[in-house]
Nanobody, 125 residues
């Protein structure tokens, strides 16, 4: 079983950047497909980005493609979400997720078994 803790959220102006971190403990992230999701007030949780267990295959939501990058540092057992050119519509709680059985990144939140507590990102206009 893996435990996930997100950090790095905050308040940023539109056009700015933030890097979110997801520190994993309990098991190595090399065994897991890792994902980032977000949930804005009054909206459903939505897919942002994911990386397969090999670290090679990635997937992005159309809304963030070209602005966000998912990466990992296996030595630190941490997954990152680098967010650039942020927009007010990126405001949400961002969650890190992991799954041991996925063979490829999934866009479906229900496919992930493990979740962090979330970190708030607020983008002001």
């Amino acid at each position: 079983q893996v435990q996930l803790v997100e950090s790095g959220g905050g308040l940023v102006q539109a056009g700015g950047s933030l890097r979110l971190s997801c520190a994993a403990s309990g098991r190595t992230i090399m065994s897991y497909t890792m994902g980032w999701f977000r949930q804005a007030p009054g909206k459903e949780r939505e897919f942002v980005a994911a990386m397969g267990w090999s670290g090679v295959i990635t997937a992005y939501a159309d809304a963030v493609k070209g602005r966000f990058t998912i990466s990992r540092d296996t030595a630190r057992n941490t997954v990152y979400l680098q967010m650039s050119r942020l927009k007010p519509e990126d405001t949400a709680i961002y969650y890190c997720a992991a799954d041991l059985t996925l063979s490829a990144p999934s866009l479906e939140a229900t496919d992930y078994d493990y979740w962090g507590q979330g970190t708030q990102v607020t983008v002001s206009s």
